[in-house]
């Protein structure tokens, strides 16, 4: 069986992701082998493959590189020692976060430490969707510590993350606005929060009282959107590029201001399968492509615009 893998060799335009063939990988004591069917493309995977952030410096001299963190799949095989999962399995999670990667591939030797079995209810599609996106939307809800009836303000809340952010705060019993383009104000509104048109006028113009700020933009948006905050408020700024910037300034006006990184954690993710599972939250994917069209699925990750997720289907 041949084992197809999307790798970059040098930092780059979307065309340094090239495939590569191997053999199927064997897994080590503690691993399983997972036929990916799924693998989710995240904004991070497009800042690395150009050479920007931390997550690039720490691969530069690991080159080629697999990319990837997020995958759906079945498992093929057990190496020793393993205790969780059985051949046939459907498994997801985030793997390799942030070093190792290694999701852009067909198959692949996961530590099963890494993975969660996925409910015959969910889709594999759902459940690759979930991993990075839902596990910084859980993180940053739960550092905000919303409380029931409280004003909050997520920034871009169309987006893969945001989607779930935002039915994260509304689950809450928060009051939850969240700013969009015109395009994407009904189906904010079908998730329960309050939508505003960010094209139309600055944040800062239509709400006040804000006591919770998770800002999934960074930069100007993020600035701008600190006016609308009352005393004491408190900011998650989840974009590492501005998160010194961002605190920095929301300290200075007296906020509770914290960036934050996501980290692997089976037991959250175990629950947002769980919420996925039983209807409490739906995954929005706006496209699967085949993964010979990789190159298109990071420019659509590029354009900033993506409603919900993107995929690879990994089994074309
Ligand atoms: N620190 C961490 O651990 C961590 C983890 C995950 C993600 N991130 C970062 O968090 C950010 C969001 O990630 P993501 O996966 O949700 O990105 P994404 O899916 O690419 O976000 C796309 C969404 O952003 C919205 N958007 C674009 N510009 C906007 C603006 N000025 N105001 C409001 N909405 C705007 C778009 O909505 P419209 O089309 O309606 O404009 C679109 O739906 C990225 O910078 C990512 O790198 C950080």
Redo the contacts with the bound molecule.
């Keep these: 069986m041949e084992n197809k893998q999307i790798a970059i060799t040098e930092f780059g335009e979307p065309n340094v992701l090239s495939i590569t063939t191997s053999t199927v990988p064997k897994p080590k004591e503690g691993e399983v082998v997972i036929k990916v069917a799924f693998s989710g493309v995240?904004?991070?995977d497009v800042?690395t493959r150009a050479g920007l952030g931390w997550a690039a410096q720490s691969n530069k001299d690991n080159l080629p590189w697999v990319q990837g963190y997020d995958i759906a799949g079945q498992v093929i095989a057990l190496g020793e020692n393993t205790q969780h999962f059985q051949v046939g399995n459907n498994v997801a999670g985030m793997i390799g976060f942030p070093l190792r990667g290694g999701a852009y591939s067909q198959y692949i030797c996961v530590p099963e430490s890494e993975l969660s079995l996925v409910p015959d209810s969910i889709t594999l599609e759902a459940a690759a969707a979930l991993p990075?996106?839902g596990l910084?939307a859980a993180q940053a809800v739960n550092l905000a510590q919303i409380k029931e009836g409280e004003r909050v303000l997520v920034?871009?809340g169309?987006?893969?993350?945001?989607h779930i952010a935002v039915q994260l705060a509304v689950a809450t019993q928060a009051e939850v606005y969240t700013?969009?383009?015109e395009?994407?104000l009904d189906y904010l509104a079908t998730l329960g929060a309050h939508a505003i048109n960010?094209q139309f006028a600055p944040v800062s113009e239509r709400l006040e009282e804000v006591d919770v700020l998770i800002d999934?933009?960074?930069g100007d948006?993020a600035l701008d959107a600190l006016k609308c905050l009352k005393d004491e408020a408190r900011v998650v700024t989840?974009?590492?590029v501005t998160a010194e910037l961002i605190c920095e300034k929301a300290k200075l006006l007296g906020f509770d201001a914290q960036?934050?990184?996501?980290k692997p954690d089976i037991e959250l993710f175990e629950t947002l399968l769980y919420m996925v599972s039983v209807g409490l939250l739906k995954i929005e994917i706006q496209q699967i492509y085949p993964l010979e069209q990789v190159i298109q699925a990071h420019l659509q990750?590029e354009t900033?615009?993506?409603?919900g997720k993107v995929l690879l289907d990994m089994q074309c």
């Design positions: 995240n904004p991070i800042k990075l996106a910084t920034l871009a169309a987006g893969g993350v945001g700013t969009c383009s395009a994407n960010y999934l933009v960074g948006a989840i974009p590492t960036g934050m990184l996501v990750i900033g615009r993506t409603r």
